[in-house]
C-alpha cells in the first residue's frame, strides 16, 4: 500500500478525534517508531509503497489510537528532556510543562559546583530526577514514591539513561525524615480537583493512573501541604524548594509557602500562560 494512504486512513479515522495536527503528528512518531521512517519521507518520495509486514504495526496503532491510548504508550516510550523514557500504565506520561520546572532548577544551580542534594517526591517514570543527574552529574539525587510499579519502572529509565539515583519506596504522606538533608526538594504531586475532570481529554482519564494525577475537591492542596511540612524538616538552611502546581491553585499554594516561612518565593507561568511553578526558600 502507498504510504500516503495509510495517512489519509489515520485522518480519516481519528481526525474526530484528536484533530489534524495532532493525528499527523501521531502519524510521522509511528513511522519513525516502527520504519525507521523520517518525517519529511512523504515529501521525498510520495509514492513510496510499503509492505503488508510493514502495514501491521501501523493499523495496530491506528485501532489503539481509536481507544484513545495514548501514543506513548503504544510506542512505549515519551521524550522528555532529550531524553528517552518508558512509561506504563502505571506512571504518568511525562509533561512540557515538567520540563519547564527542570530546567528552572538546572538554570538556578548553573554555576554552583557543590555536590547537591537533591530530593524528587512522587516521581513516576523518574523523569525529574534522571533528567537533573543527566544534567548535573555531580548531584547526589534521590527521589521517592509510593507505588512499587512507577518504581521499577522509574529504575529501569534510570539504568538506560545511564545515571545514578537513589530510589526509596515510602509514601510522603506518612514519612516526616530522610537519611539526610537536602540543598533541593522538588516535588510534582497530585493536583487535579475530580472538578477538574470533566475538562480531561479521554487518552488522560482512561489510561493513566489516578494515584498520580488526582486529590479531592475538599483538600486540593493535601500533598503540597504535606511536602512543605517535610521540606522545613529536611532542607538544608537556604535550600530551596520547588513544585509544579496546579494553575487554579496558584495564590492558595504560594500562601502555604508564606505561612511556613519561605523566603524569595516566586510564582511562574508555563509556556500557556499559566499559573504552573511555584520556588520558594528555606529561611
Ligand atoms: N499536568 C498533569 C495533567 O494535566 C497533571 C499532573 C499532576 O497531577 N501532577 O494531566
Not at 518504581?151 to 538506560?160: C, D, F, G, R, Y
Request: glycine share 4%.
Amino acid at each position: 500500500m502507498y504510504l500516503k494512504e495509510i495517512k489519509n486512513i489515520f485522518h480519516l479515522e481519528l481526525d474526530v478525534v484528536y484533530g489534524k495536527e495532532e493525528v499527523n503528528s501521531f502519524f510521522y512518531m509511528l513511522i519513525e517508531h516502527y520504519l525507521e521512517l523520517e518525517r519529511f519521507i512523504l515529501a521525498l518520495e510520495p509514492n513510496l509503497v510499503i509492505s503488508k509486514e510493514e502495514e501491521t504495526p501501523l493499523f495496530d496503532a491506528l485501532s489503539r489510537l481509536k481507544l484513545e491510548i495514548p501514543i506513548q504508550h503504544i510506542i512505549e516510550k515519551a521524550h522528555f528532556m532529550d531524553l528517552d523514557f518508558k512509561v506504563s500504565k502505571n506512571v504518568l506520561i511525562p509533561r512540557p510543562e515538567t520540563e519547564e520546572l527542570v530546567r528552572w532548577i538546572l538554570d538556578d544551580v548553573l554555576n554552583d559546583n557543590t555536590d547537591l542534594k537533591i530530593l524528587d517526591i512522587g516521581t513516576g517514570s523518574g523523569c525529574i530526577p534522571i533528567s537533573i543527574k543527566k544534567n548535573l552529574p555531580k548531584a547526589n539525587v534521590s527521589s521517592v514514591d509510593i507505588s512499587d510499579n512507577a518504581l521499577q519502572i522509574a529504575i529501569e529509565n534510570a539504568k538506560v539513561n545511564r545515571v545514578e539515583v537513589e530510589f526509596v519506596h515510602a509514601s510522603i504522606l506518612e514519612i516526616n525524615k530522610l537519611h539526610q538533608k537536602f540543598d533541593i526538594i522538588v516535588s510534582n504531586p497530585p493536583y487535579v480537583r475530580e472538578l477538574e475532570k470533566k475538562k480531561m481529554n479521554g487518552n488522560v482519564l482512561k489510561h493513566e493512573p489516578e494515584l498520580a494525577l488526582f486529590v479531592t475537591d475538599e483538600d486540593p492542596l493535601l500533598f503540597y501541604r504535606k511536602i512543605t511540612e517535610f521540606a522545613v524538616h529536611n532542607l538544608e538552611k537556604g535550600g530551596v524548594l520547588y513544585f509544579e502546581i496546579n494553575q487554579y491553585l496558584g495564590k492558595e499554594t504560594q500562601q502555604l509557602l508564606e505561612e511556613a516561612n519561605f523566603s524569595d518565593i516566586e510564582l511562574r507561568q508555563d509556556m500557556f500562560g499559566n499559573d504552573r511553578m511555584l520556588k520558594g526558600k528555606l529561611a
